[in-house]
C-alpha cells in the first residue's frame, strides 16, 4: 500500500436513526424516498472521509429494497468506498433494520452510489487509490471494474439519443 492509498476503514460511516410516523407511508413501513435521502447522506459522508475533500453525488444505482422497514424500528446504515478511479469513489450501502425490542436485526437494502471529489470551482479533482482489508470488502472491490463499465454504458446509451 503506496502512502497515498486509504484503507476502506479510513471511509467506513455509521448512522441510525429511529423510524417515526412521519417517515411512512400508508402500510406503516418507511419510505423509499426517506431511504434514499439517507443512503445519499452517508454515501457522501464516506466519500468525504475518504479523500478528504468535498463531494457531488454522480449516480445511484442498483438501489435492492429487499425487505420493508417498519415504524419504531431503527435503521442502520453503514457505507464505505469500494473502489476509485482518477477523480470518482464508488460507495457502497448496507442497510439493516432492527426490532429494538426483540434484537431481531435483517439487511433491507443495499445500495452502490459513484461520487465526485471537487475543487472550490466545482472541478472534479484526483482521489486516492483505496485498499480492501478484508475479503468481503476484496470481492467488492474485485467486481467493482464491471459495475464501473456498466455505468459507462448505461450513461453513454442515455446520452447518445439525438432526440
Known amino acids: 500500500m503506496n ?7 479510513r ?4 448512522m441510525t436513526e429511529l423510524v417515526f410516523p412521519t417517515d411512512t407511508n400508508h402500510h406503516g413501513t418507511m419510505f423509499g424516498g426517506t431511504l434514499m435521502k439517507y443512503i445519499d ?8 472521509r475518504h479523500c478528504s475533500k468535498p463531494v457531488v453525488t454522480a449516480s445511484s444505482d442498483s438501489l435492492d429494497f429487499l425487505s420493508p422497514i417498519r415504524m419504531g424500528e431503527a435503521v442502520e446504515l453503514e457505507a464505505f468506498v469500494t473502489s476509485t478511479h482518477r477523480s470518482s469513489m ?7 433494520a432492527e426490532n429494538l425490542f426483540t434484537g431481531e436485526r435483517r439487511v433491507t437494502c443495499t445500495a452502490f452510489s459513484t461520487f465526485v471529489a471537487v475543487d472550490e470551482k466545482g472541478k472534479p479533482v484526483a482521489v486516492p487509490p483505496v485498499k480492501p482489508e478484508n475479503e468481503a ?12 463499465e456498466f455505468r459507462k454504458k ?6 447518445s439519443s439525438t432526440d
Open 3 to 9: 502512502e497515498e492509498t486509504r484503507p476502506v476503514s
Open 41 to 48: 447522506k452517508i454515501s457522501a459522508i464516506a466519500a468525504m
Open 11 to 14: 471511509s467506513r460511516s455509521i
Open 90 to 96: 464508488e460507495v457502497y450501502v448496507v442497510v439493516r
Open 154 to 159: 448505461r450513461r453513454a446509451e442515455r446520452y
Open 137 to 148: 470488502e476484496q470481492k467488492l472491490f474485485d467486481s467493482a471494474p464491471e459495475r464501473y
